[in-house]
């Protein structure tokens, strides 16, 4: 019987952010798109009403029919026709709802990709390469290509521009990982031998989690990296400053062997 009470107990604590389950669910939300918030928190107080309720009534039937109390003999019945008839609608009809509510959110996360005014899709600000085990970052240079001499490498260390569309290109050298940056609500499985894409707009400055959320091997654990937001001046010094310390920078084969 205590298991359902606390249960119960648990999930409206949770559910009201009350100490020590605050922030329990989410991270800070630095991006503009709210829908995956919405979504989530609508099915966590859907389910969370449905196991309180569940909850209240096993421990009524728990109280009620005790058999150390209750002297009355047993009774067989069918059921009812109507309550299983209710039972099944009901489910399919919030299962059809959520289908059709969750439409928005997965299309502005996997298919409104960010547009130029000309209409084209906006280019990526940068590609996100995942390998074992390190987040490796390339920004295209003036040119704005990629593979070009002047573009810029970085490790780990990823920067946007506050208050724009932003467009990452990702993919992997080696096995499966996941891009995953949860105060960006963005999570993407970043596949061996397949270009991905993956935008949001962020609206808050300040330095977030790169983590992988796929086991990819005995040094997951470490696969990190920040992500910074700051405004598009701070971005662009920021840009040529790597780009200068990158190009004045000497590597020696001697060194290395």
């Not at 059921?79 to 997965?106: C, K, N, R, T």
Request: hydrophobic share 45%; with cysteine; glycine share 6%.
């Amino acid at each position: 019987m205590s298991i359902p009470i606390l249960g119960t107990l648990i999930i409206v604590w949770a559910a009201m952010d009350w100490y020590p389950l605050e922030g329990h669910w989410f991270p800070e939300r630095v991006v503009e798109d709210g829908n995956i918030d919405h979504l989530f928190y609508f099915i966590l107080w859907l389910t969370g009403i449905v196991f309180i309720a569940t909850g209240i009534l096993l421990f009524w039937f728990l109280w009620k029919y005790d058999a150390a109390k209750n002297n009355e003999p047993v009774v067989f019945t069918h059921g009812s026709h109507y309550l299983e008839v209710m039972w099944s609608v009901v489910p399919a009809i919030i299962l059809l709802f959520l289908a059709i509510y969750q439409m928005d959110a997965w299309a502005g996360a996997r298919m409104r990709r960010p547009l130029l005014a000309n209409g084209k899709p906006k280019p990526p600000i940068a590609r996100v390469t995942g390998r074992q085990f390190e987040w490796k970052i390339q920004y295209p240079g003036d040119d704005q290509k990629f593979d070009t001499p002047d573009d810029i490498y970085v490790t780990n260390f990823l920067h946007v521009p506050r208050d724009e569309e932003v467009v990452l290109e990702i993919e992997s050298e080696d096995v499966l990982h996941s891009f995953f940056l949860p105060n960006f609500r963005v999570k993407q499985d970043v596949v061996p031998g397949m270009k991905q894409f993956i935008w949001f707009k962020p609206i808050k400055d300040g330095a977030y989690d790169i983590v992988c959320a796929e086991l990819c091997g005995w040094g997951h654990y470490k696969m990190k990296g920040q992500i910074t937001v700051q405004s598009r001046n701070d971005f662009d010094a920021w840009l040529q400053k790597t780009y200068d310390e990158q190009e004045l920078s000497e590597f020696s084969l001697a060194e290395a062997e």
